[in-house]
Nanobody, 120 residues
Framework: VQLQASGGGLVQAGGSLRLSCVAS????????LGWYRQAPGKQRELVAT???????NYLDSVKGRFTISRDNAKNTVYLQMNSLKPEDTAVYYC???????????????WGQGTQVTVVA
């Protein structure tokens, strides 16, 4: 699965951004899509995930501010980020979990990162 992310940028605290990620390739095998982020000097962390059926999971610190959604017809996942804080500054990566039939396991592909910078 190939992933192309877009939508990052520079925003003031309290502002909003919307990230998009388009999946291509073996999209029929995708079981879940998600967004992760990595700030300088920190480990990559899960921000939000959404299953093919629409079930969602969020990092506690973004609950109520971020919303993940997907358009299965367009193979696209979105992350609407509202009330942004300086601590949300990071490189954001989209990821696709997909079923590997041959090994009956789940694989993960990553998109390129998109920088989100929130200034006070």
């Amino acid at each position: 699965v190939q992933l192309q992310a877009s939508g990052g940028g520079l925003v003031q605290a309290g502002g909003s951004l919307r990230l998009s990620c388009v999946a291509s390739g073996s999209t029929f095998s995708i079981t879940a899509l998600g967004w992760y982020r990595q700030a300088p000097g920190k480990q990559r962390e899960l921000v939000a995930t959404i299953s093919r059926g629409g079930g969602t999971n969020y990092l506690d610190s973004v609950k109520g501010r971020f919303t993940i959604s997907r358009d299965n017809a367009k193979n696209t996942v979105y992350l609407q980020m509202n009330s942004l804080k300086p601590e949300d500054t990071a490189v954001y990566y989209c990821a696709a979990d997909y079923w590997v039939v041959a090994t009956t396991t789940v694989g993960r592909d990553w998109g390129q990162g998109t920088q989100v910078t929130v200034v006070a």
